[in-house]
């Protein structure tokens, strides 16, 4: 029942809305399957321009680097139902992704990341 006063809110962040998908799942660490359920995202394997995306849960996915999949889409309108029980996202990784937003014209284009 205590709550902690001195809780902060999540700074607010601001994301290109136009760019890669491997670029901004290497950022986020989170996968919408299509079920609606926000999966934590353990290794991201590239081979050119598909990607062997494995989860905590242990499901994997082979996905396509698109700016307008559907996956892309969900991340950016934060489009999911709940996170997934058995990858465990913690609540702060959601709270960070809740203070997320993007825009067209303002915001860090994730460039330079460590797959890049």
Sequence with gaps: MLEN????PAPKRYYRKKVDLFVLLDKMKLWPSRSGVLHGLKSIDRHGE???LTT???R???VRNSRRS???RW??????QSACPA???PQWKLDKYGATFFSRRQGSLLKGGPNR
């Design 56 to 58: 905590h849960c242990g």
């Design 5 to 8: 006063v001195n809780a902060k």
């Design 75 to 80: 991340l950016r309108n934060k489009l999911h």
């Design 87 to 89: 990858c465990a996202v």
């Design 70 to 72: 559907r996956a892309a």
């Design 50 to 52: 598909m990607a062997v």
């Design 60 to 62: 994997s996915f082979k």
